[in-house]
């Protein structure tokens, strides 16, 4: 397919691509560090949460997301010899819906609305994802989550989920491309299960891969942009 006027369906990452989740993680993680008198910039919190996230949700995969950011915290304070409470953890795993969206997040999907159907593929639970699509402010045609899944991105399931989803809400998935950020969660699985790809590279102009996990193999996503925006303004220009 030449350009996105041959799609019909765009499906989404969430976290990381429509939701901001590093101010989300640095936000919900800065007062835990000064209280426990850890001197740690979002940076350094960010990347302290991608080492760990991915391997509680490989060893865990039918954990509801909150409990699965619970532990993600346990193991944090485990890394730099504090502690964290239970209690701390609860909150941490609660903090998703204040998460902000990136400011072009919600006038490019009420915008991209008009032409496309418009999928989640979440690495959440749905009680999370409700909170944060408030913010979002869009009807999606099609919410999947880990939750319905019972396993997280970049486990095949999770595709094949989605695939089986379309079909059955009479989509065509070779008329659907999928839109994300993280390269390892997101566009090595997405193409193994023949999806093409749009990357947000939202970490464009910063070192590293931030809250996620490094792509396991070379990817090579179809299309690249910095920011919905862009996606936007050439999705809806064919």
């Keep these: 397919m030449d350009d996105f006027g041959d799609y019909d369906a765009l499906s989404f990452d969430c976290y990381g691509t429509l939701i901001d989740w590093e101010a989300g993680i640095s936000a919900a ?3 835990w560090a000064r209280r426990h008198g850890l001197d740690l910039d979002s940076e350094a919190l960010i990347a302290a949460h991608g080492r760990h996230e991915t391997h509680v949700q490989q060893e865990k995969p039918n954990r509801p997301y909150p409990e699965v950011l619970a532990e993600t915290l346990h193991r944090i304070a485990a890394d730099y010899r ?6 701390e953890g609860s909150a941490y795993g609660v ?4 998460w902000p969206p990136f400011p072009d997040s919600a006038p ?3 915008a991209l609305r008009e032409r496309y159907r418009l999928i989640i593929l979440s690495n959440v639970d749905r009680r999370s994802f409700a909170e944060s699509n408030r913010q979002l402010g869009v009807d999606f045609d099609l919410v999947v989550t880990a939750e319905d899944v019972g396993a997280y991105k970049p486990d095949p399931r999770s595709f094949r989920h989605l695939l089986d989803r379309l ?3 009479g989509i065509d998935p070779a008329r659907t491309v999928h839109v994300a950020e993280s390269l390892y969660h997101d566009h090595e699985p997405a193409q193994a299960a023949g999806m093409e790809t749009v990357w947000i590279h939202r970490r464009h102009s910063k070192i590293g891969f931030g809250a996620t996990a490094p792509p396991v193999g070379r990817v090579q996503p179809t ?7 862009e996606f936007a303004a050439t999705a809806l220009s064919r």
């Design 29 to 31: 993680l800065q007062p």
């Design 82 to 87: 504090v502690d964290a409470t239970n209690e």
């Design 95 to 98: 903090s998703v819906g204040k």
């Design 108 to 110: 490019a999907l009420a």
């Design 167 to 169: 079909r059955h809400a």
């Design 223 to 229: 299309w690249c942009f910095e920011s919905i925006e």
